[in-house]
């Protein structure tokens, strides 16, 4: 495990924090939902909703939470929010009704949605000397290691299957954040953005051509559910092609994500060169879904070769993408305002993730026809087109005057 981390220094520091975050998220994801219904006793149906509905809820605290990583320290803020997330956590221990269910989800969403936010100005902070796309990458590669050996410890849980069980994997969640809390306060403090430029209030907003590029690039996150989702509910639905193909896929992808996210992501902190890797990304996961597409209608073996393929190639195609829209956040974003310019990408990549359920399964898996996958490969396509010359126009803009970026304090 110790190759997926950077040599020794703040973001070895901050991948580890990372690392210890999402064991938890991996915990959570896998029996989160068993512990609601077979514990706290609700419905399947409520639960589903419940967290659907505070997701959304919870996109809220995303630009707030950014501006205030402009005005504080973004590594004592997240630090803060980690001990508070703990003892949202443990407090789905308390939840005997529907209504307790939705508080305690709609705090523990906004608290989740914060953390992402603040996350992204910390990556701005650790990456001014190290390059935001590389710390960013590195990040995911601890995140999706972190997430999958949270998602196999949960399995001890689930193996057992009975209450005391299945509340000691909600106090194992809530451990892991007073652990990264821990951990972050090991990294110096980041001093904010000088108070003259900080009284710009909520200038993201009046930025239309970094919103036009942002939003652009975070619509084609509406595919992030096909492994999840989409194929598995096909897959249900052919007798001939055994479920345990649906967990080789997740496990495909994860390996690779791991393996390949900071090599993917190289010449992507400058404009141009990120923009030319969405458009790449774009048109690779365009092929990946034609795969998806031409695999509903072979032989089984050649399914199951296909959809394996196309999960290699669907894999290369994110992170292309992803470390793409990633470099073009930070560098059309000003100096002062990371983190509310991050809160907005982190707003409308949540907003397509929610939207993607519900579109993907309408037009693919509703439809029964291979031709609902061209939806998702005609989006990508032209998403992936459109974001080069909307990023060359970006770039284009009357300069903005950078603020005197002041040394990390120690602490």
């Known amino acids: 495990m110790a190759g997926w981390f950077p040599p020794r220094g703040e973001l070895r520091s901050a991948a580890y924090a990372t690392f210890a975050n999402t064991v938890g998220g991996g915990l959570w994801s896998a029996g989160g939902a068993l512990y609601l219904t077979r514990v706290a006793d609700l419905p399947a149906t409520v639960v589903g909703a419940g ?31 980690q001990v508070v997330q703990a003892g949202a956590a443990l407090a789905f221990l308390l939840v005997d009704s529907t209504a307790s269910f939705l508080a305690v989800a709609v705090v523990d969403a906004l608290l989740v949605t914060g953390n992402l936010t603040v996350r992204a100005a910390l990556v701005g902070a650790l990456g001014r000397t190290a390059g935001r796309v590389h710390v960013f990458a590195t990040l995911r590669t601890a995140a999706n290691a972190g997430t999958g050996i949270g998602a196999g410890l949960a399995a001890l849980a689930l193996a057992v299957d009975s209450p005391a069980a299945y509340r000691m994997l909600v106090v194992a969640d809530a451990a892991t954040y007073l652990i990264s809390a821990a951990l972050l306060l090991r990294l110096p403090r980041y001093p904010a953005a000088d108070p003259e430029e900080r009284a710009r209030t909520w200038e993201v907003w009046r930025d239309g051509r970094f919103l036009a590029v942002t939003a652009t690039t975070s619509a084609m996150y509406v595919r992030r559910v096909v492994l999840t989702l989409v194929l598995p509910l ?46 790449r990304g774009s048109l690779v996961l365009a092929v990946a879904m034609l795969g998806f597409a031409a695999a509903t209608a072979l032989s089984t073996a050649a399914t199951v070769t296909l959809l394996l393929a196309s999960t290699v190639v669907y894999s290369v195609g994110e992170l292309w993408h992803v470390n793409g829209a990633t470099g073009l956040s930070y560098a059309l974003a000003p100096e002062h305002a990371i983190g509310q310019y991050q809160g907005v990408t982190v707003l409308l990549n949540g907003l397509a993730l929610a939207a993607g359920p519900v579109l993907l399964t309408v037009v693919i898996v509703d439809s029964g026809s291979p031709a609902g996958w061209l939806a998702p490969i005609a989006l990508l396509t032209m ?19 950078a603020p005197a970026v002041a040394e990390p304090a120690a602490g």
């Not at 939470?65 to 320290?73: E, I, Q, V």
């Not at 001939?240 to 010449?267: H, K, N, Q």
């Not at 998403?383 to 005057?401: E, H, I, K, Q, S």
């Open 51 to 81: 967290l659907s509905a505070a997701a959304l809820v919870g996109l809220a605290a995303s630009v707030p939470a950014g501006r205030l990583a402009d005005r504080r320290d973004p590594r004592s803020l997240r630090a803060a929010l």
């Open 383 to 401: 998403c992936g087109l459109a974001v080069p010359p909307l990023a060359r126009w970006a770039r284009a803009a009357p300069p903005r005057p």
């Open 234 to 279: 096909w897959i249900a639905t052919r007798a001939d092609v055994p479920t345990v193909v649906v967990s080789a896929l997740l496990v495909t992808y994860t390996v690779l994500t791991v393996v390949l996210s900071t090599r993917l992501g190289r010449r992507a902190e400058e404009p141009e060169p990120a923009a030319r890797m969405v458009r």
